[in-house]
């Protein structure tokens, strides 16, 4: 009975040691310039910002920076990233098509910002699509598009979708098994969802540590590998049907990461870095960010 005890103990103790070893702080490099603590999960190989008062992370969205919540094109970045973003647009709806083969969709897209992925696909697709997005500004531009617009997902009915995306949203939200429960409920059977996220074991990521910027603390509350996403998936009866990397993020990202760490974008340093990462990409299978398409 001791020695049961004791290889108990010494397990524990030995997670509890990995956790504390790879727990990390990191600033909000963006915004606030505060510090914030990212506990490790061996369990599901991933982190968790550590951040208690959800009611006050509105604060940290509210920046002209902010680039999803806006339209705005009013610097080199911003043109480019619009432009990058309406490529994106066509990429991902051929995506959804390869996988939902009805000839109507029905989609929810959660965390749509101002709208233009859904616009796609009401205008020129044969799709029914509505939004959520708490963000007030981004959510009066989607609006401007004429698109359904819900402020959280307690406030859609019981209708169920063949399809609900969350571009880089997930990593957002404070309760990950709430939304799950409602991906379940609010998926028709063999429904599809869509989740793309950052992987903190890129090539950029390792390379640019404390600085990279897909950390973006506090308001991605959660870091996610490949390993996270299958359990999760796994524990709550999804399949994860298929694994597609998001080539343009590493650039993306490289560029902030570089203007954290040295208050420049080096734009060549950037590209470099964003180009090593998809090789690197190639060979490990760990890009900068993942899109999982996961079937019910």
């Given amino acids: 009975m001791f020695h049961v005890k ?17 727990n990390k702080t990191i600033k909000d490099y963006s915004i606030t310039k505060e510090n ?10 991933m982190y968790q910002t550590k951040f208690n008062s959800f ?12 680039i999803s919540h806006t339209d705005a094109q009013r610097n080199w970045f911003e043109k480019i990233y619009q432009l990058v973003k309406n490529y994106t647009i066509n990429q991902k709806w051929n995506l959804i098509k390869k996988y939902n083969h009805n000839n109507s969709i029905s989609i929810l897209d959660i965390g749509c910002g101002t709208g ?25 531009i989607s609006l401007s598009k004429h698109i359904t617009v819900y402020n959280n997902i307690n406030e859609l009915n019981n209708e169920k979708y063949d399809v609900i995306t969350l571009w ?10 709430e939304y799950f429960n409602f991906f379940n409920n609010h998926l028709k059977e063999n429904g599809m969802l869509i989740i793309a996220v950052p992987n903190f074991k890129s090539f950029d990521a390792i390379h640019y540590k404390k600085h990279w910027a897909a950390w973006d603390v506090p308001r991605h509350l959660w870091h996610f590998s490949k390993k996270s996403i299958k359990k999760l998936a796994d524990e709550n009866n999804f399949k994860l049907i298929h694994i597609k990397p998001m ?34 990409g190639m060979f490990t299978k760990e890009y900068s960010s993942h899109i999982y398409i996961l079937k019910k």
Avoid: W
Wanted: proline share 1%.
């Fill in 116 to 140: 233009d992925f859904l616009k796609h696909g009401i205008n020129r697709l044969n799709v029914n699509g509505v939004g959520v997005e708490p963000n007030s500004e981004a959510a009066a």
């Fill in 36 to 45: 914030f603590e990212l506990i490790y999960d061996e369990k599901y190989d």
């Fill in 168 to 177: 880089h949203v997930l990593e957002h939200v404070t309760d990950l098994k």
């Fill in 247 to 280: 080539y343009f993020d590493s650039f993306y990202v490289s560029l902030l990461s570089e203007e954290y760490k040295t208050g420049s974008k080096n734009i060549v340093k950037a590209f470099c870095t964003g180009f090593l990462s998809n090789i690197s």
């Fill in 6 to 22: 004791q290889k108990s103990f010494a397990k524990d103790f030995f997670v509890l040691y990995i956790r504390i070893m790879k």
């Fill in 55 to 66: 009611d006050k992370l509105d604060h940290y969205y509210k920046s002209e920076n902010y």
